[in-house]
């Protein structure tokens, strides 16, 4: 563990009978880092989550914040600011009263004037000025989630735990208060773990993602170096699409689609495997005598996803942008780039 990390979570254990939510996680948070742990239902993450903040026994583990062990203290003396998937506000109380609800019990308690005053600031922060005297009934679920934020940031907190505060809110509503999160979390500092199964998400708000499986980090790395170069074959296929392709693997490439494709660190060596390989990865061109068909297509925008039918039996899925997308029925050519960066490739079988 580093030693300059401002949160170190220790080889944490926790065990409900025979399952393991964790199964020795170690992992450091930097000050003022922003890191999001990704991974399926019961992996681990929201556990973990929890037990930082003290709200989850461990059977086994150590938890560090800022030099300090906070294992065995109670959750009301972590300092931590945490933002849960339903909202959580009190409905008697108008957006100001639920900012300043956690400054009122602090062992020394923030005065009246002061207490205003920082609501108003943080109200302000998060674009709520004008909805200071409503109650959580009169506003939007997504201004509801706003005013969740700012009261856990009004009380300064070591550390921020996020756990799926998205997932409620429609996609653009999500999307724009992801960016605002962001934007505050930068501005003010604050070290920040946030916990989502969203992978757009996850990628789209973290200095660092974290992979979790059965209890452990499978892999963390910068959203870009996890999706471009994933070290085991569950983090290739859990983050983004991939396409399993079949080939053969020879001394640090595999041959698939008539082109010869680097390997990543990880993959196998030798013998049959299968490349996990992107859509974006895939070169898709109109041609009579190509080797594939389209037989459906999606328009996503800017980029149109395509699922073609090989002449071989088997699928893939390309993206590519709109403009470029071939009709459906088309016959085509498909390769794999082989200006592209190296994929994973696991054994065959």
């Keep these: 563990m580093s030693a300059s990390a401002y949160v170190q979570l220790v080889d944490l254990a926790k065990y409900f009978g025979k399952v393991k939510a964790l199964d020795g996680l170690s992992l450091d948070i930097a000050e003022g880092e922003l890191v999001?742990?990704?991974?399926?239902?019961?992996?681990?993450?929201?556990?973990?989550?929890?037990?930082?903040?003290?709200?989850?026994?461990?059977?086994?583990?150590?938890?560090?914040?800022?030099?300090?062990?906070?294992?065995?203290?109670?959750?009301?003396?972590?300092?931590?600011?945490?933002?849960f998937q339903a909202y959580s506000l009190f409905p008697h109380m108008t957006a100001r009263e639920n900012v300043e609800y956690g400054l009122k019990l602090r062992a020394h308690k923030t005065a009246g004037d002061k207490r205003k005053?920082?609501?108003?600031?943080?109200?302000?922060l998060v674009g709520l000025s004008t909805h200071a005297n409503h109650y959580p009934h009169q506003l939007s679920g997504g201004q509801q989630q706003r005013v969740a934020l700012a009261r856990a940031l009004a009380i300064s907190p070591k550390v921020l735990l996020l756990d799926?505060?998205?997932?409620?809110?429609?996609?653009?509503?999500?999307?724009?208060?992801?960016?605002e999160i962001r934007r505050i979390q930068v501005e003010l500092g604050t070290t920040t773990l946030f916990v989502t199964h969203d992978?757009?998400?996850?990628?789209?708000?973290?200095?660092?993602?974290?992979?979790?499986?059965?209890?452990?980090?499978?892999?963390?790395?910068?959203?870009?170096?996890?999706?471009?170069?994933?070290?085991t074959a569950f983090v290739a296929e859990f983050v983004g699409l991939t396409n399993?392709?079949?080939?053969?693997?020879?001394?640090?490439?595999?041959?698939?689609?008539?082109?010869?494709?680097?390997?990543?660190?990880?993959?196998?060596?030798?013998?049959?495997?299968?490349?996990?390989?992107?859509?974006?990865?895939?070169d898709v061109v109109a041609s009579k005598s190509g080797n594939a068909t389209i037989f459906s297509a999606s328009f996503l925008g800017a980029t149109c996803r395509l699922n073609i039918s090989m002449n071989d039996g088997g699928?893939?899925?390309?993206?590519?942008?709109?403009?470029?997308?071939?009709g459906l029925g088309a016959s085509v050519s498909v390769k794999v780039s082989l200006l592209d960066i190296p994929v994973f490739v696991k054994a065959a079988g």
């Design 36 to 83: 999001a742990l990704l991974g399926p239902s019961g992996c681990g993450k929201t556990t973990a989550l929890r037990a930082l903040a003290g709200l989850q026994e461990l059977d086994r583990g150590q938890m560090i914040v800022d030099g300090k062990d906070v294992t065995f203290q109670k959750a009301s003396s972590r300092g931590m600011g945490m933002v």
């Design 117 to 124: 005053a920082r609501s108003a600031e943080l109200l302000e």
């Design 164 to 179: 799926e505060p998205l997932s409620a809110l429609d996609a653009k509503v999500r999307t724009q208060l992801r960016e």
């Design 199 to 231: 992978q757009e998400e996850a990628l789209g708000i973290a200095d660092r993602v974290g992979v979790m499986r059965n209890g452990q980090l499978e892999q963390i790395a910068a959203p870009a170096a996890l999706y471009d170069r994933p070290k």
């Design 244 to 282: 399993p392709i079949a080939g053969k693997v020879n001394s640090g490439s595999i041959e698939v689609l008539g082109g010869v494709v680097k390997t990543l660190p990880g993959s196998i060596t030798s013998g049959a495997g299968i490349a996990l390989v992107r859509p974006e990865s895939i």
């Design 315 to 326: 699928r893939v899925i390309a993206q590519l942008p709109s403009p470029d997308a071939v």
